[in-house]
């Protein structure tokens, strides 16, 4: 298996010789989907909003939306906690689980969670651009309204392609009997939801797609196995030098520095004396009357005449 960094950094697996069933993030999700779903569903019955049933108005605000049809920009996010049905959500969280908590485990919980957020905003803007050109029956209704998108699928395409490459051989059992290796399970996932564009059915195919895909690029990103990285890196390498280069002064050799004090002011003259004369008071202080010189005597002569 490749190595993938930031790998285990950010908890301590405490089951099964240091493996969770449910790490934090995969734990969070599941409760946060699963919370989403039981109040809009009991309490979205109950109450209303300007007439409107209060599930229906969550899901119009909250749910995907096409481009002029009432998009808001945090439908990008919103819509990944958000289900048409308790099936819906069963899948969603099975699969998520199920593939997640190993791809959490290697990678980590902070950048699982990235990887997670980012694979289902990636998901939503490819149903936007895509779906009214390739699917515009999933979108828009025959009477012009926006059909709100809703489901955690794209992200969860993400992690199983995650999981199909970072396991590749991996086995997984259908309908727990019929062993597949992973890479095989999630190329007949993708290859299906290519196949079923275009259909009239309820499935956001272009939002599983655009997962899936920004999920490989991710694992690629992540792994640095894109094509021609090696040349990235070295034209990277390359531009840096080039800039820090430019950014070198001449040496100039510094022969006396001198530091200033920005804060002290010029002396006045009487401070100066007075400097003086404390100086004078401080070595009769030390060595008596005797161990001054005649023109020290002479300051402090002249120094107590002023006083006088």
């Known amino acids: 298996m490749p190595s993938y960094p930031g790998q285990g950094n950010y ?4 089951m099964f010789g240091g493996f969770q069933f449910f790490p934090p993030v995969i734990k969070w999700l599941l409760i946060t989907n699963a919370a989403v779903f039981v109040l809009l569903g009991m309490g979205g019955r109950l109450f209303t909003f300007d007439g409107m049933p209060l599930e229906l108005f969550f899901t119009y605000y909250l749910g995907l ?15 990944q906690f958000m289900h048409a049905n308790f099936t819906h959500l069963l899948y969603n969280m099975f699969g998520l689980w199920m593939f997640g908590m190993e ?6 919980s902070r950048r699982f969670l990235g990887f997670y ?8 803007i490819s149903q936007l651009i ?11 209704s025959l009477s012009g309204a926006g059909i709100p998108t809703v489901g955690a699928s794209g992200a969860v395409y993400a992690v199983l ?53 920004a999920g490989y690029v991710y694992v690629l990103y992540v792994a640095r196995r894109f ?22 002064e001449p040496y100039r050799e510094v022969v006396d520095a001198k530091i200033f004090d920005i804060n002290e002011r010029p002396k006045t003259e009487k401070e100066l004396n007075q400097m003086k004369i404390d ?30």
């Open 161 to 213: 392609v995650a999981f199909g490459m970072m396991f590749p051989d991996r086995y997984i059992y259908l309908y727990f009997l019929l062993p597949v290796k992973a890479k095989y399970f999630i190329f007949g996932l993708i290859a299906l939801g290519v196949l079923s564009i275009g259909d009239q059915g309820t499935i956001a195919n272009l939002a599983h797609l655009g997962g899936a895909a």
């Open 117 to 124: 957020l980012v694979c289902g905003v990636a998901a939503g």
């Open 103 to 108: 791809v959490e485990h290697v990678w980590g």
């Open 130 to 140: 895509l779906a009214p050109l390739l699917e515009p029956a999933s979108v828009i």
């Open 279 to 308: 100086e004078i008071l401080d070595k009769i202080t030390r060595g008596g009357y005797q161990s001054l010189t005649e023109e020290e005597k002479k300051i402090l002569f002249e120094a107590s005449k002023k006083l006088n």
């Open 11 to 14: 908890y301590k697996p405490s």
């Open 65 to 79: 939306l096409p481009l002029g049809h009432g998009f808001y920009l945090w439908q990008l996010i919103t819509y």
């Open 227 to 248: 094509p021609f990285q090696g040349l990235v890196d070295q034209l990277g390498r390359w531009l840096n030098s080039r800039r820090s280069r430019r950014s070198e």
